[in-house]
């Protein structure tokens, strides 16, 4: 297996767009799957069209399913880092892609992002692991 750890910085938005990295790691390795996965409690990777309103969607659709409110038992840090902690339950904090001559096999409309609602903690990482077919 080859695996890699990426840093990003998602501490202003909800979603932040890892195709490009993602991409970059899967070229020249051949056939096989890549795992994206964050090792963190209160953030998940998700596959989603992005650009098209996507974003703001999800953003409303969390909201809804996991309100802000100060009604969750876990409420050390900001508002809403009750929800944070609930969030990877919803959204997995990982996801498994096939690789095809070394491309990522997603759909035309597939984007493969990081979903992080914990302002608290704006630098993630983000680790990219290998696995030849």
């Given amino acids: 297996m080859e695996s890699t750890e990426i840093t990003v910085r998602s501490g202003d938005r909800l979603v932040t767009d890892l195709t490009d990295e993602l991409a970059q790691f899967c070229a020249g390795r051949g ?11 209160t953030a998940g990777v998700a596959l989603i069209e992005t650009g098209s309103g996507t974003e703001p969607d999800l953003a409303g659709a969390l909201d809804r399913l996991l309100p802000v409110e100060d009604i969750y038992r876990h409420r050390h ?3 809403g880092h009750g929800r944070d902690h609930v969030l ?4 997995s904090p990982s996801v498994s892609i096939p690789v095809l001559s070394g491309r990522p096999a997603l759909g035309t409309w597939q984007s493969v992002v990081l979903v992080d609602s914990n302002g608290d903690n704006p630098v ?10």
Avoid at 88 to 91: D, E, I, N
Avoid at 124 to 133: A, D, Y
């Fill in 31 to 41: 056939d096989g799957l890549v795992n994206v996965f964050v090792p963190h409690a």
């Fill in 88 to 91: 990877p339950a919803f959204v």
């Fill in 124 to 133: 993630r990482k983000v680790r990219l692991s290998f696995i030849e077919g």
């Fill in 77 to 79: 840090g900001s508002l």
